[in-house]
Nanobody, 114 residues
Framework: QVRLVESGGGLVQPGGSLRLSCAAS????????MGWYRQAPGEERELVTS???????DYADSVKGRFTISRDNATSTVYMQMSSLKPEDTAVYFC????????WGQGTQVTVSS
């Protein structure tokens, strides 16, 4: 009954911005750490940013200074604002709990290309 629904992806030019959303349900959202992951073709899924239940955030070096994660516990939604996008950011982006993960959602495709 856990559901993770990502949205907001699309095609953008280098230097552009996107805001991804993840609607979560079926678990105690406010009590767990959440993260955004991405997977490029032929690559393993990697954690790019996380936010703890108390609001502490962390970022992979590759996205630090460009991406911002946030959460709204009232709506059980986690967001990721992405700016200064680069072609190497192209991937399918997923949200999930950090650590003990639930069944993955469908992800949302982000393509950064000229």
């Amino acid at each position: 009954q856990v559901r993770l629904v990502e949205s907001g992806g699309g095609l953008v030019q280098p230097g552009g911005s996107l805001r991804l959303s993840c609607a979560a349900s079926g678990f105690m959202f406010s009590r767990v750490a959440m993260g955004w992951y991405r997977q490029a073709p032929g690559e393993e899924r990697e954690l790019v940013t996380s936010i703890l239940a108390g609001g502490t955030v962390d970022y992979a070096d590759s996205v630090k200074g460009r991406f911002t994660i946030s959460r709204d516990n009232a709506t059980s939604t986690v967001y990721m604002q992405m700016s200064s996008l680069k072609p190497e950011d192209t991937a399918v982006y997923f949200c999930n709990r950090v650590g003990a993960q639930y069944t993955w959602g469908q992800g949302t495709q982000v393509t950064v290309s000229s």
